[in-house]
T-cell receptor, first 112, second 115 residues
Framework: SAVISQKPSRDICQRGTSLTIQCQVD?????MFWYRQQPGQSLTLIAT?????????ESGFVIDKFPISRPNLTFSTLTVSNMSPEDSSIYLC?????????FGPGTRLTVL | DQQVKQNSPSLSVQEGRISILNCDYT??????FLWYKKYPAEGPTFLIS?????DKNEDGRFTVFLNKSAKHLSLHIVPSQPGDSAVYFC??????????????FGAGTQVVVTP
């Protein structure tokens, strides 16, 4: 199984600023994804991170707010732009290969 | 629109007894189902999965049952252990290549195993 790490593990940010979250997978995975878990809610898919091309966003999520990069098969970044308190969530990176899908430990973001 | 539902937000079970977690789904296009366990401050950990062509899958103390006609699946943990105390998420995936990895999650069930 793949091991996924994320940096930072948590952060407290001011309204209007941006934060970039890094995700590293220890082995090549076919696909990488970014999910969000808002307080008291389930996990929601933000986008699929495509290697070398623009990410594919789910309904309700846009590139200007959540720009994503994936320069190679094992690394991806998610930026949360122009943050507001509503962006306070846990952001999770996920990778899949075959039928299994793995998750990183998450980045707990608090926006003041 | 919540396509995967876990209607029990919490479950308390005695150590050694069986834990039964339930999950319902509404989208008949789902063909693969997964259960994840999540501890606080950690990411979800894959537990067990089942394809829609099966009605049961077993892995050690964990068994998942799928009833396609009822659009219902359940996770059985036997026997329950204190380390099983966590939030359990049910997730589903559609049968198409562009949906690969796009999981729909339920709201989760908090399991507490008491001594």
């Amino acid at each position: 199984s793949a091991v996924i790490s994320q940096k930072p593990s948590r952060d407290i940010c001011q309204r209007g600023t941006s934060l970039t979250i890094q995700c590293q997978v220890d082995s090549q995975v076919t696909m990488m994804f970014w999910y969000r878990q808002q307080p008291g809610q389930s996990l929601t898919l933000i986008a699929t991170a495509n290697q070398g091309s623009e990410a594919t966003y789910e309904s309700g999520f846009v590139i200007d707010k959540f720009p994503i990069s994936r320069p190679n098969l094992t690394f991806s970044t998610l930026t949360v732009s122009n943050m507001s308190p509503e962006d306070s969530s846990i952001y999770l990176c996920s990778g899949s290969g075959g039928n299994e899908q793995f998750f990183g430990p998450g980045t707990r973001l608090t926006v003041l | 629109d919540q396509q995967v539902k876990q209607n029990s937000p919490s479950l308390s079970v005695q150590e050694g007894r069986i834990s039964i977690l339930n999950c319902d789904y509404t989208n008949s296009m789902f063909d693969y189902f997964l259960w994840y366990k999540k501890y606080p401050a950690e990411g979800p950990t894959f537990l067990i999965s089942i394809s829609s062509i099966k009605d049961k899958n077993e892995d050690g103390r964990f068994t998942v049952f799928l009833n396609k006609s009822a659009k219902h699946l359940s996770l059985h943990i036997v026997p329950s252990q204190p380390g099983d105390s966590a939030v359990y998420f049910c997730a589903a995936r559609k049968a198409s290549t562009d949906s690969w990895g796009k999981l729909q999650f339920g709201a989760g069930t908090q399991v507490v195993v008491t001594p």
